[in-house]
T-cell receptor, first 113, second 111 residues
Framework: DVKVTQSSRYLVKRTGEKVFLECVQDMDHENMFWYRQDPGLGLRLIYF???????EKGDIPEGYSVSREKKERFSLILESASTNQTSMYLC????????????FGEGSWLTVV | GESVGLHLPTLSVQEGDNSIINCAYSNSASDYFIWYKQESGKGPQFIIDIRSNMDKRQGQRVTVLLNKTVKHLSLQIAATQPGDSAVYFC??????????FGAGTILRVKS
């Protein structure tokens, strides 16, 4: 089975802190994604990556950055957390073939106080 | 595109009945669509997919219908069970592997 693992399920951080959300996949997938999920808004794409050291902005990249130093790991970074970044963050991965299924992790609940 | 507002549409069905969940997508150039199921506290799980060269695809107890003329997608669940209670999202594939999600529909199954 494909496994996408998000290391932190629940975090509470203070405004202005730097936050790292880590994601690891074990299926040698080329593509990795970070989404945030808010009530009534569905999943919104923050950043994605097609390959190591490559990144593309999604629909809501402001306030976030990402790092893909290794194929299996995709990190989401909040340089200075703000209360409006309180959300559930979902990591996902897929192979490079068009139309292949995207697999999700279990999510990281971040609260910024 | 995004939905506005804080309340997801909710579909309540009796156990054993069939469920139909609808979704409108935005990009006529999208050529691949997926339905996901998300249970409380978990990430979305793949249910079924369909390519734009098809108008119907069947899985186990689920059927997806695609109407490209009106940019509409539906998920039909036969003999709905309590374990089907979840939020269901449709997603369209844009620009390679970028998935764009709908806001979701809550399915509640009454026993």
């Amino acid at each position: 089975d494909v496994k996408v693992t998000q290391s932190s399920r629940y975090l509470v951080k203070r405004t202005g802190e730097k936050v790292f959300l880590e994601c690891v996949q074990d299926m040698d997938h080329e593509n990795m994604f970070w989404y945030r999920q808010d009530p009534g808004l569905g999943l919104r794409l923050i950043y994605f990556s097609y390959d190591v050291k490559m990144k593309e902005k999604g629909d809501i990249p402001e306030g976030y950055s990402v790092s893909r130093e290794k194929k299996e790991r995709f990190s989401l970074i909040l340089e200075s957390a703000s209360t409006n970044q309180t959300s559930m963050y979902l990591c996902a991965s897929s192979t490079g073939h068009l139309g292949n299924t995207i697999y999700f992790g279990e999510g990281s609940w971040l609260t910024v106080v | 595109g995004e939905s506005v507002g804080l309340h997801l549409p909710t579909l309540s069905v009796q156990e054993g009945d069939n469920s139909i969940i609808n979704c409108a997508y935005s990009n006529s150039a999208s050529d691949y669509f997926i339905w996901y199921k998300q249970e409380s506290g978990k990430g979305p799980q793949f249910i079924i997919d369909i390519r734009s060269n098809m108008d119907k695809r069947q899985g186990q107890r689920v059927t997806v219908l695609l109407n490209k003329t009106v940019k509409h997608l539906s998920l039909q669940i036969a003999a709905t069970q309590p374990g089907d209670s979840a939020v269901y999202f449709c997603a369209e594939l844009e620009y390679g592997n970028k998935l764009v999600f709908g806001a979701g529909t809550i399915l509640r199954v009454k026993s």
